[in-house]
C-alpha cells in the first residue's frame, strides 16, 4: 500500500544567490519533502522502524542548506542527492526550495525549484 510523507514549511535563513548581497545579508528560505513509500507495516505495527524517520530528512536538509550555493537548483540537487544517499530505496520524492523575496526587479513573493528523484 503507497502512502505519501511530507515534511512541508521547514524554514531557514541561508546565503543562497548570485548577488553579494544575498550572500552578506542572507534570506528566508523555505523547504519541503514529499515521498511516496510502502505505509503497510508501519500501519500494523507503529513503529518507527517500519518507516521514514522524518527527523533524519530533516538532519539532512539543515545540513546542506548550511551550504551556500548560487543557485536554488544546486540547493535542492544537494539535498535530494544527500537524501538518496542515505536512503537508496527512496523512490519517488521530491524536494521544493523556496526562496522568500527573490531579487527580480520587482515584486515576487517566491522563488521556487522542485527536483525529482
Not at 503507497?2 to 521547514?10: H, P, S, V
Not at 523547504?31 to 507495516?41: I, K, Q, R
Not at 508501519?42 to 524517520?53: G, K
Request: aromatic share 8%; glycine share 6%; net charge negative.
Amino acid at each position: 500500500m503507497k502512502g505519501r510523507i511530507q515534511l512541508t514549511g521547514m524554514q531557514f535563513r541561508a546565503y543562497h544567490g548570485c548577488l553579494e548581497s544575498e550572500r552578506v545579508n542572507g534570506g528566508d528560505f523555505t523547504v519541503d519533502f514529499s515521498c511516496e513509500l510502502d505505509t503497510s507495516h508501519a500501519e500494523l505495527s507503529d513503529d518507527l522502524a517500519d518507516t521514514l524517520d522524518y527527523s533524519r530528512i530533516y538532519a539532512i536538509v539543515e545540513r546542506e542548506m548550511q551550504i551556500p550555493s548560487n543557485l536554488l537548483e544546486a540547493v535542492a540537487g544537494r539535498i535530494a542527492d544527500a537524501i538518496r544517499e542515505e536512503f537508496p530505496w527512496l523512490d519517488p520524492f521530491e524536494v521544493c526550495v523556496s526562496k522568500k523575496n527573490p531579487p527580480v526587479g520587482g515584486l515576487c513573493e517566491w522563488a521556487r525549484v522542485t527536483v525529482r528523484r
